[in-house]
């Protein structure tokens, strides 16, 4: 069974409404969205649907959404400094996360979603903010949740290269242009490309370009492939129908998909969900693009793993005197 392309959110570009008009607003902007994918052809994703006109103006995020200020957020801790706000040619994106790798010298891998306006063919302008949070914990479903607050966007690192793509689960690596500075104190995300599905998933992401954000999973998770919910179909992706904190949104595209170990097994490619509105999310797998499409341009092996010491999981480490001095104090 699939779901139509045209109730997808979209990547940017439209706004979360107050939590009293979420279903009704949800409804005409799955119309809208629905309508242009119709008229363009465009391939199923978060389409960018424009808002339909006579709407009122509306805030930047959903209030049900959880600020990462929040205890909710403290079994995950740590991997808050690894997630980042990506903006490319100049406008919010997607969410990505710093990334762990083996071996002597630790590169500033981040992944995110393959279809975050990547394009290998004209290579974009990526612009990766860190700490991009509010200062406090918001009260959820509170009118101020929705509005932008006081996050900074000053930590942010300019120029990246893509390293590999595997579309079949949305999957990019990209290499920062330079690693953030010690006195940032970042986390490098760890990771599992084993293959188990988990039993429990928290997600960190920048809804619609906004502060951090932490939604965390509830009920089954299932293996899948994107946009049908018959499992195990074709096994790129984990299957998400329900979270008891928080949800996704626009922007929120490309956040990590943590375990209860706190290692990323997946990224957020797309999906229906939003406050006040049931749906699913797509999380495209870590496992299948480990190999990818066997070659360095289509895999994460080589990047994360490039001493093949063949292990498939690997435990996040915070930056700092590690990173740049690895042969001395390792």
């Known amino acids: 069974m699939g779901v139509p392309p045209g109730l997808f959110r979209s990547r940017e570009g439209a706004s979360a409404l107050p939590v009293v008009a979420a279903p009704a607003i949800a409804f005409f902007r ?15 994703g978060r389409v960018v649907a424009p808002m339909p006109a006579g709407l009122p103006a509306a805030p930047l995020a959903g209030a049900c959404n959880v600020d990462v200020m929040c205890t909710t957020a403290d079994p995950l801790r740590e991997p808050t400094r690894a997630v980042v706000l990506l903006r490319v040619d100049g406008r919010p994106a997607c969410t990505g996360t710093l990334l762990n790798s083996t071996g002597p010298e630790r590169k500033p891998y981040v992944l995110t979603g393959a279809h975050c306006h990547l394009d290998l063919s004209a290579p974009p302008d990526i612009v990766a903010v860190f700490g991009f949070a509010n200062s406090t914990c918001r009260l959820v479903n509170g009118i101020s949740n929705g509005f932008s607050g006081d996050g900074s966007q000053a930590r942010s ?64 998770i299932s293996l899948t ?22 949800s996704t949104e626009p922007g929120s595209d490309g956040a990590p998909l943590f ?66 001095f690895p042969r001395v104090l390792r």
Not at 169 to 175: R, S, V
Not at 232 to 240: A, Y
Not at 268 to 291: E, F, I, K, N, S
């Open 30 to 44: 799955r119309l809208a969205a629905a309508l242009l994918v119709f008229v363009s052809g465009a391939s199923p």
């Open 157 to 220: 690192i300019s120029g990246a290269v893509v390293r590999a793509v595997y579309t079949p689960t949305d999957t990019a690596l990209i290499e920062l242009d330079a690693s953030p500075p010690i006195s940032w104190n970042v986390y490098y995300a760890g990771w599992d490309a084993s293959g188990a599905t988990p039993s429990a998933v928290t997600t960190l992401h920048h809804p619609n370009g906004e502060e951090m954000r932490i939604t965390v999973g509830s009920g089954s």
């Open 225 to 246: 492939q994107y946009a049908l919910l018959n499992s195990p179909g074709d096994g790129t992706h984990l299957l998400i129908t329900r979270y008891a904190a928080g």
């Open 259 to 324: 375990d209860s170990a706190g290692r990323v097994v997946a990224q957020l490619h797309g999906g229906t969900m939003a406050c006040g509105v049931d749906g699913q999310d797509w999380y495209g797998r870590l496992a299948p693009a480990w190999l990818g499409g066997g070659t360095p341009a289509t895999s994460l092996k080589p990047w994360l793993d490039p001493e093949d010491s063949g292990v498939q999981t690997l435990a996040g480490v915070a930056g700092g005197l590690l990173m740049y």
